[in-house]
Each structure stands twice: as structure tokens, then as C-alpha cells.
């Protein structure tokens, strides 16, 4: 991934954060037990890029009870710590609204057979 930068008079300026880094970066994440990443299965709900690199992520899990409800916020939060220029992430895990199937997207429901 190649940071976007430009230069002022004063010299350069740090990376852009872009929407499409960070997404990126989520989709890299994988439920350890199912195998699509979590953006694609419709895990996450917001993405926010506030001045200064600042990334503000709201995502749910599967279920509640969910096995990997403690490790996936923080793989979260080390994938976009990958992006250049991010500044403070804040993962925030959301029950409302309740994931469901439909929530995922049709290369997702094809790779699980729920068509």
C-alpha cells in the first residue's frame, strides 16, 4: 500500500488517511472460524477518519457468546495500526443491530454456501 502524501512549502506532508486503506486493512482480519474476513461478512458497521489520521471503527460479532469476542476488536485495531499515518483507532464493539446472514456479502455467501 502506497501512502498518500503531497508537499506544502514547508515540506511533506504526513500520509492521508483514506477510507479505502483502512477497509483494506479490516479485510485482512479473519474470524478464526469462518473463513471470510470480517468486513465481508458484514462485521462492520462504521468506519470514521477524523483529522489527524484518528480512526473511530464500530463492529459486531456473529453472536454474543461469540468465542473469539476478545481477539477480534484487537485484530482489528493492529490492522489499521498498519496504515500509514493512522493516528488514535478506536474499536468499539456495537450489539445494535444484530448481525445477521444478510448482512454478508454475496462473494461471502458464496464462499459459505449460503446462497
Known amino acids: ?12 506532508t504526513p ?30 458497521y462504521a468506519v470514521e477518519i477524523a483529522d489527524g489520521g484518528h480512526v473511530k471503527v464500530e463492529m459486531t460479532l456473529t453472536a454474543p457468546a461469540c468465542p473469539s469476542a476478545q481477539e477480534l476488536p484487537e485484530m482489528v485495531r493492529s490492522a489499521i495500526a498498519s496504515v500509514p499515518g493512522v493516528g488514535d483507532i478506536t474499536v468499539e464493539t456495537v450489539w445494535d443491530p444484530p448481525w445477521e446472514p444478510s448482512r454478508m456479502s454475496e462473494d461471502a455467501r458464496l464462499s459459505l454456501n449460503m446462497f
Do not use: F, Q, R
Open 15 to 44: 500520509p492521508l488517511v483514506t477510507e479505502t486503506a483502512v477497509i483494506n486493512a479490516i479485510a485482512s482480519v479473519y474470524d478464526p472460524e469462518i473463513p471470510v474476513n470480517i468486513y465481508e461478512l458484514g462485521l462492520i
Open 1 to 12: 500500500m502506497i501512502p498518500v502524501t503531497s508537499w506544502t512549502p514547508e515540506g511533506e
